[in-house]
């Protein structure tokens, strides 16, 4: 079973919003991540969501395609992101971790290994949840029971331009959590309207009975803070890749814990 719904539940009964950091898997070294794993998790992420470098990211803006260019650069693909998660699941098994990236690594995975075959060696690596950017509701009822059987949450996007009818076709299929795009674009993109996510999120609400995470534009401590009094989880990915991206080897976690830190206090005053 998954360890999102669990997470989410002990977070509630204590009054406290979720953190959920994304990387890019194996950016900025190839090498780092589950070292960058365990370092969120020490600055008091509660969810982590891990990018599969993709050749044509057509939702990222330029800070996560540039550091996706990179990973892919080195040779990162799904085979070394499962891999990636195996090794941090050898020093922790509670922390949950959702894939997010495109339909076409994945599919490409099967075409390599068999039907199936990514539910079941995902769940053997110890990852809880999928978000595929290009996979709409309606085309991936199928994947989203393979999915569940093999223990796994598909977890979809929401954006200010969704209807109510497209909000209750994901939640006829989504688990986990829901990811609501704050902004129109792709991410790093403009200026966060706080008032209109807070009037977004009971509409929502009204369709998604499962937490409902904000990402897109969130950059700081205060934004944070802002997001997490509507949000039941604040989604910062942008901002991260640009904190890490320059940083020596042996900074880049150190860098992080500073950053992450400073939200994890504004979530909790």
Same mark, same amino acid.
């Given at each position: 079973?998954?360890?999102?719904?669990?997470?989410?539940?002990?977070?509630?009964?204590?009054?406290?919003?979720?953190?959920?950091?994304?990387?890019?898997?194996?950016?900025?070294?190839?090498?780092?991540?589950?070292?960058?794993?365990?370092?969120?998790?020490?600055?008091?992420?509660?969810?982590?969501?891990?990018?599969?470098?993709?050749?044509?990211?057509?939702?990222?803006?330029?800070?996560?395609?540039?550091?996706?260019?990179?990973?892919?650069?080195?040779?990162?693909?799904?085979?070394?992101?499962?891999?990636?998660?195996?090794?941090?699941?050898?020093?922790?098994?509670?922390?949950?971790?959702?894939?997010? =990236?495109?339909?076409?690594?994945?599919?490409?995975?099967?075409?390599?290994?068999? @039907?199936?075959?990514?539910?079941?060696?995902?769940?053997?690596? =110890?990852?809880?949840?999928?978000?595929?950017?290009?996979?709409?509701?309606?085309?991936?009822?199928?994947?989203?029971?393979?999915?569940?059987?093999?223990?796994?949450?598909?977890?979809?996007?929401?954006?200010?331009?969704?209807?109510?009818?497209?909000?209750?076709?994901?939640?006829?299929?989504?688990?986990?959590?829901?990811?609501?795009?704050?902004?129109?674009?792709?991410?790093?993109?403009?200026?966060?309207?706080?008032?209109?996510? @807070?009037?977004?999120?009971?509409?929502?609400?009204?369709?998604?009975?499962?937490?409902?995470?904000?990402?897109? =534009?969130?950059?700081?401590?205060?934004?944070?803070?802002?997001?997490?009094?509507?949000?039941?989880?604040?989604?910062?990915?942008? @901002?991260?890749?640009?904190?890490?991206?320059?940083?020596?080897?042996?900074?880049?976690?150190?860098?992080?814990?500073?950053?992450?830190?400073?939200?994890?206090?504004?979530?909790?005053?």
């Amino acid at each position: 079973m998954s360890r999102i719904t669990p997470t989410f539940e002990k977070l509630k009964a204590q009054g406290r919003k979720a953190l959920i950091p994304y990387v890019m898997s194996g950016f900025p070294y190839a090498d780092i991540t589950p070292d960058v794993m365990h370092a969120l998790v020490a600055a008091g992420s509660d969810v982590i969501e891990l990018g599969i470098p993709f050749s044509d990211p057509m939702a990222d803006g330029p800070v996560i395609q540039k550091a996706g260019e990179k990973a892919v650069s080195f040779g990162i693909g799904l085979t070394q992101v499962l891999a990636m998660v195996s090794k941090f699941r050898q020093k922790d098994i509670n922390t949950p971790v959702v894939l997010m =990236g495109y339909a076409n690594p994945i599919e490409c995975y099967e075409l390599k290994h068999g @039907k199936n075959a990514f539910a079941r060696d995902a769940a053997a690596a =110890g990852v809880d949840g999928l978000l595929v950017v290009d996979y709409p509701p309606e085309e991936c009822i199928e994947f989203a029971k393979t999915l569940k059987t093999a223990g796994l949450d598909l977890i979809f996007l929401l954006a200010p331009t969704s209807t109510d009818a497209r909000m209750a076709q994901v939640a006829s299929v989504a688990s986990g959590y829901v990811y609501y795009v704050s902004l129109k674009g792709v991410t790093g993109s403009g200026a966060l309207d706080t008032d209109a996510v @807070k009037a977004m999120l009971p509409r929502i609400r009204k369709h998604i009975q499962i937490p409902v995470g904000v990402g897109f =534009g969130i950059r700081d401590a205060a934004t944070a803070r802002a997001i997490s009094e509507s949000a039941d989880a604040v989604v910062i990915g942008t @901002k991260i890749i640009q904190v890490i991206e320059d940083q020596p080897r042996d900074k880049v976690c150190e860098a992080l814990t500073t950053f992450l830190r400073e939200i994890r206090a504004a979530l909790d005053a």
